[in-house]
């Protein structure tokens, strides 16, 4: 499992990454948040990203979840 800290706008959040054992999917966590999102690699990024924006909107504004969206995936994308 891997963790990386994001910078929020006043905040900094901790991230936990979970690949299965066949590297298709992620379970991305932010324990604080008690939130979770199952990132599928079989979906493209464009295709997910508005269920994940979706997912995060619930913790921050639109913009933010739309930031902090492109930020997951551009680490995920740099593990792989």
């Known amino acids: ?10 905040d900094s959040v ?15 966590a932010v324990p604080q948040w008690n939130w979770c999102f199952l990132m599928d690699y079989n979906i493209s990024f464009e295709d997910e990203k508005p269920m994940l924006i979706k997912a995060l909107s619930r913790k921050l504004n639109h913009q933010e979840a739309e930031d902090l969206a492109d930020k997951l995936y551009n680490f995920i994308s740099g593990q792989k």
């Not at 901790?14 to 991305?28: A, G, P």
């Open 1 to 10: 499992m891997n963790h990386r800290a994001f910078d929020l706008k006043n």
């Open 14 to 28: 901790q991230v936990y990454f979970c690949e299965n054992d066949l590297k298709d999917n992620c379970i991305v």
